[in-house]
């Protein structure tokens, strides 16, 4: 009796958080975070200025962990290097990427850690909160909120979300929660993403393969999209859900793509209007 009670506890909480209206409110949980930033390993592979921080490690794989507050920009100019933000409050208020990867870049969310990265402020480009020129992948077991209110949350190349934590991604009625050529999510991820309040949840210019995961879509104009041959004819386009649960809610569509290119055998989808 009392594991029942329990199991329909978790389900009352989980139906509540789905219908209520989602908005991340950056500016009050900045009051929490100071007035420093600090980095580890601080050697002379880092170079601080004023308002931008540049990690430049001499080898892949190298993971820094970054926590207070920062207004600037961060920038990872080599391959494979991990940025871990441990309680950290990134963001940028002159229109540019709050961190940015010259290089595919990792960024994790520590455990038991709230993390945020924002951009706000005006630019001439289409910008997002975390930017990479070349791919990104979105993981570990705390939580991240990313708020573009330039344009996107997230930007990339090949996007990769995997790990345990919770994302939150928030674009703008003109742009979207994730822009990318590509989003991959493999099997076995445990993780939840938000993405929220956005004219697309993820548009991605050619295809979207999710095999795990679980996705809260909320307020976007349109949950998922990708180009079509309209848009591009020498490329594929496609949306294929092999697996994970998805939770739909308040979108004008579920999906956008290819004429007979959307398929979700293997997703549970849980839509409401």
């Given amino acids: ?97 709050a961190i940015y990867g010259e290089a595919k870049t990792e960024l994790s969310s520590g455990g038991g850690s709230k993390n945020y990265v924002v951009s706000s402020g005006k630019s001439s480009s289409k910008t997002a909160a975390i930017q990479c020129k070349k791919n990104l992948e979105i993981g570990g077991s705390g939580t991240l909120y990313a708020v573009g209110d330039v344009y996107h949350a997230v930007k990339a190349d090949d996007v990769k979300i995997k790990g345990s934590g919770n994302f939150y991604l928030q674009g703008t009625k003109e742009g979207s929660g994730i822009n990318c050529e590509n989003l991959i999510v493999e099997k076995d991820k445990t993780f939840k993403v938000y993405i929220v309040n956005s004219k697309n949840g993820v548009k991605a210019d050619f295809t979207i393969n999710i095999a795990s995961g679980n996705f809260y879509l909320f307020d976007n104009k349109t949950a998922l999209k990708t180009d079509t041959k309209k848009d591009d004819p020498k490329s594929p386009h496609s949306i294929t859900l092999s697996g994970g649960n998805f939770f739909l809610e308040r979108n004008e569509a579920l999906y956008k793509t290819e004429e007979n290119a959307y398929k979700a055998s293997g997703a549970k989808i849980t839509e409401k209007n």
């Fill in 1 to 97: 009796m009392k594991k029942l009670f329990v199991l329909l506890a978790a389900f009352s909480l989980a139906a509540t958080l789905f219908a209520e209206k989602l908005n991340i409110n950056a500016s009050d949980a900045k009051k929490s975070y100071g007035e420093k930033i600090t980095i580890t390993p601080n050697d002379n592979t880092v170079s601080v200025s004023k308002n931008k921080i540049v990690l430049m490690p001499k080898k892949e794989g190298v993971e820094y962990t970054i926590s207070g507050y920062f207004n600037g920009q961060i920038v990872n100019k080599t391959k494979n290097t991990v940025i871990k933000l441990n309680n950290a409050f990134i963001e940028n208020t002159s229109g540019e990427a």
